[in-house]
């Protein structure tokens, strides 16, 4: 039905329809599957990232190396502090993408959306707007068919791997399909939608991938505090009514090319950025 970002416009605007609406008719006429079987699979997924982005916030979970674990914790008990900076809506979507990633390292059930690394961005953006708009089980629902839409599309004409496309790629993508989804979720249009995915992969477009001793932990669980805050912002530059200057398709393809020509070291393979670091050798040898 649709391989870009102006082919699933078009069929919005043709059919008066949301995003998630023409998501959730592709999903059903490619895996031929009905309506309710498709609802509640995706209710599945919600259920595992509730849970998910929740568990670490009233405990320490540490990770199986030992290396990260117990800052969603610290978050959610500086937030109810009441004495942050940034103020309770802020560190609790910090404090949730932290708890997916710290389920993550544990070797917890995650929702990789698109990927592990970056699974903390989605399922806390999608629970905080739900939080703040006292939205309904099926609006969440709703968006995620919406971040699943332009997952698609990113992984379809560019990539969602941090081995091929850097950090932007993995918590980039994740960060688009959640401004997408949020828009979505308070009532923006489709075109909005899109203006606040080009946001979100703007503003991280470069970002490395150089996790310490090669395990998903750190920066990536700091990536994820920081790329659910970029969705909201994003989403507010779009609901604001500022429109991207170049078009989504076109940003997508630009950060494809970005990732294509960084540096195999700045790819996953810890071999730069701040794994190549003196610090992040030394805990790499004594990891392993």
Do not use: W
Request: glycine residues 10%; aromatic residues 4%; hydrophobic residues 45%.
């Amino acid at each position: 039905m649709f391989n870009k970002g102006n082919e699933l416009i078009k069929l919005c605007n043709e059919k008066n329809k949301k995003i998630s609406e023409i998501v959730i008719e592709k999903e059903m006429s490619e895996n031929n599957i009905s309506y309710e079987e498709l609802m509640n699979n995706m209710k599945e997924v919600l259920d595992t990232m509730i849970n998910s982005s929740n568990t670490a916030l009233n405990k320490e979970v540490i990770s199986v190396s030992r290396l990260s674990g117990g800052d969603a914790k610290k978050v959610e008990d500086y937030k109810n502090s009441g004495n942050t900076i940034c103020g309770d809506l802020i560190n609790s979507a910090m404090a949730k993408a932290l708890s997916t990633s710290e389920i993550n390292a544990s070797m917890g059930r995650i929702v990789a959306a698109p990927t592990a690394g970056a699974s903390g961005i989605l399922p806390s953006a999608i629970i905080t707007v739900s939080e703040k708009y006292n939205l309904s089980e099926e609006d969440m629902i709703c968006g995620l068919f919406t971040a699943g839409g332009v997952g698609e599309i990113i992984a379809k004409n560019a990539t969602i791997s941090g081995a091929e496309g850097g950090c932007q790629a993995e918590c980039g993508a994740a960060a688009s399909m959640a401004a997408a989804a949020i828009v979505e979720m308070i009532g923006g249009s489709p075109e909005t939608s899109l203006h606040a995915a080009s946001f979100a992969l703007l503003n991280i477009m470069g970002l490395v991938c150089d996790p310490i001793a090669g395990f998903v932990e750190f920066p990536c669980a700091l990536r994820n505090a920081s790329g659910v805050i970029n969705a909201l912002v994003s989403a507010d530059l779009a609901m604001a009514g500022i429109k991207s200057m170049v078009p989504f398709d076109e940003v997508v393809e630009a950060m494809y090319k970005v990732g294509k020509s960084m540096p195999e070291s700045l790819k996953e393979t810890a071999l730069g950025g701040v794994a190549a670091t003196p610090t992040g050798e030394e805990i790499k040898r004594k990891i392993l």
